[in-house]
């Protein structure tokens, strides 16, 4: 069963615009982790971000945690028509070794 | 450094056959885990080895098995398919397979007809 939940499912925004995903879970977890799809291909790795961070970068990408809320989001700023994919969290759960734990995902469309 | 490699990457098989899939994790990573993807489920957790021991398991039936060799490459095998084994299988390896990073590989598409 899927642990997360993405928030929105479906997001259409201009280029340069940044886009927000929102992603709840519902254990403690060790880590979480943010991917990307295109259209059914494999999972990119974007960025971990852990139980005991709050917030990280990486380029254009910023992540927040908020282990209190179970909550995480992904910040995709200045997006490009290229960031146009499926964007996924997952979480290993304390009680769950190395099993992930998928949401459903949020698909992004930008539009040039 | 390459990444993980699946193989292959398609695949058309007829019920009530069997079928094998293959992953080669990152060099140096120990840990190799599979995934199912379908529209209707997600992404759900199928089984994960570390050297050549199944570590953990998903709620899957008995007809998904897997292996791990010395080298680190894993298998999957799914004996009698059904029609609803048509999915995404995505492989991810990690260092580890604990509190680490996982890089996935871009999948094997299985068709069941």
């Known amino acids: 069963s899927q642990q997360g939940e993405e928030d929105p499912q479906a997001l259409s925004i201009q280029e340069g615009e940044n886009a927000t995903m929102n992603c709840s879970y519902k254990?403690?977890?060790?880590?979480l982790q943010w991917y990307r799809q295109n259209s059914g291909r494999g999972l990119v790795h974007l960025i971990l971000?852990?139980?005991?961070?709050r917030e990280k970068h990486s380029g254009r990408l910023r992540v927040t945690l908020d282990t209190s809320k179970k909550s995480s989001s992904l910040l995709i700023t200045a997006s490009r028509a290229a960031d146009t994919a499926s964007y996924f969290c997952a979480t290993d759960q304390e009680t769950s070794g190395s099993r992930l734990t998928f949401g459903e995902g949020t698909q992004l469309t930008v539009n040039p | 450094k390459a990444g993980v490699t699946q193989t292959p990457r398609y695949l058309i098989k007829t019920r009530g056959q069997q079928v094998t899939l293959s992953c080669s994790p990152i060099s140096g990573h120990r840990s190799v885990s599979w995934y199912q993807q379908t529209p209707g489920q997600g992404l759900q957790f199928l089984f994960e080895?570390?050297?050549?021991?199944?570590?953990n398991k998903g709620n899957f039936p008995g007809r998904f098995s897997g292996r791990q060799f010395s080298n680190s490459r894993s298998e999957m095998n799914v004996s009698t398919l059904e029609l609803g084994d048509s999915a995404l299988y995505l492989c991810?390896?990690?260092?580890?397979?604990?509190?680490?990073?996982?890089?996935f590989g871009q999948g094997t598409r299985l068709t069941v007809v």
């Open positions: 254990t403690s977890i060790n880590n």
């Open positions: 991810a390896s990690s260092r580890t397979g604990f509190k680490t990073e996982a890089f």
């Open positions: 971000i852990r139980s005991n961070e």
């Open positions: 080895y570390f050297s050549e021991t199944q570590r």
